[in-house]
């Protein structure tokens, strides 16, 4: 078997690889990028941030197969990549019960007011009150995908009834009571407790939860976002928190990462914010290799690849 010549993009980590055999490992920063996509036969990309790839793509000439060491592939589909034919793949299927269960913690954390408990406990305050019930609230999740189907099973499991927005809609589906079509998410948001934002980033959801969709959520609705910042109007959800015109917002994900010191949102009433980790557990990284590895050597053999990403949508069909 011929030598097969494999650049990495990396950042503060590098994946183990020593143990492959037959393989040119060309571990690049983004600096050193161009060079070592130069003839190499694959690319995996290791750094979530994506740095350097469209200035070194007009070196990628030889590249047959790049790898995406996440879900998401906004940060690297560029157009000049959508355009190639290179084979793209993604790690869909690593953390989609890790999200799930990080979603279901932040809807058992509004329903219950565990932040409210905890900032009593802080200030050393025993105040008795009622939480609310679960069982009956309605969530809606934008984006049906494995991630969305995953959080549906579980908060169905809590006694919730739960819908989704994709592209068009859809009846019997075998998950959610009904899919709704991507067009009718204001107009039937306002029957949701919670809207939770699940879909990967693309030019038909960028901006999808805006002003106007916002607008439409009842005042006793939270809005859970695990997928990408850009998919919501910080402008008019930071409002919306501010005047009480919704009760709640749990970020995962934000516009600018890391979100910076006196943003408004570090400071808007009954918001949680996390730092992009709804997914990450002990061992995600090994874990998330296992799943490159496994493409890799289908990828030597000539076997069709796993988690083929659409480069035309963005995910995986």
């Known amino acids: 078997m011929s030598e097969l010549t494999l650049a990495v993009l990396v950042a503060d980590q590098r994946p183990d690889l020593s143990g492959l055999a037959d393989v040119e490992v060309r571990f690049a920063e983004a600096e050193q990028l161009p060079a070592a996509l130069d003839g190499a036969d694959a690319f995996l990309v290791w750094d979530f941030s994506a740095r350097g790839i469209p200035q070194a793509w007009p070196r990628a000439a030889e590249l047959r197969w790049m790898h995406v060491n996440s879900a998401g592939v906004d940060r690297v589909l560029t157009r000049q990549i959508a355009e190639s034919n290179v084979v793209m793949t993604n790690a869909r299927g690593v953390l989609d019960e890790t999200i799930a269960e990080y979603v279901l913690g932040l809807v058992l954390a509004f329903a219950k007011d565990l932040p409210g408990t905890l900032s009593r406990q802080t200030e050393q305050v025993w105040q008795h009150r009622p939480t609310e019930r679960l069982r009956g609230s309605k969530a809606l999740v934008i984006g049906p995908g494995a991630i969305g189907r995953k959080i549906a099973k579980y908060l169905f499991a809590l006694g919730l009834e739960v819908d989704a927005v994709g592209r068009t809609t859809r009846d019997g589906d075998p998950v959610f009571r009904t899919i709704h079509a991507q067009a009718r998410l204001a107009e039937v948001a306002g029957d949701y407790d919670y809207l939770i934002v699940a879909a990967p980033l693309t030019p038909e959801t960028r901006g999808l939860v805006n002003a106007r969709v916002i607008a439409a959520l009842p005042p006793n609705a939270r809005l859970i976002n695990v997928a990408r910042g850009p998919i919501v109007d910080e402008t008019a959800l930071i409002e919306a928190l501010r005047s009480g015109a919704i009760s709640g917002a749990a970020l995962d994900v934000c516009n600018e990462e890391p979100l910076p010191a006196g943003h408004p949102l570090w400071n ?50």
Not at 281 to 298: K, M, P, S, Y
Not at 300 to 306: S, T, V
């Open 268 to 317: 808007c009433p009954n918001t949680i914010i996390s730092p992009h980790m709804a997914g990450d557990f002990h061992g995600w990284r090994a874990a998330l290799l296992d799943v490159f590895l496994t493409n890799l050597e289908r990828f030597r053999m000539g076997q069709p690849l796993l988690n083929v990403v659409d480069k035309k949508s963005g995910y995986i069909s």
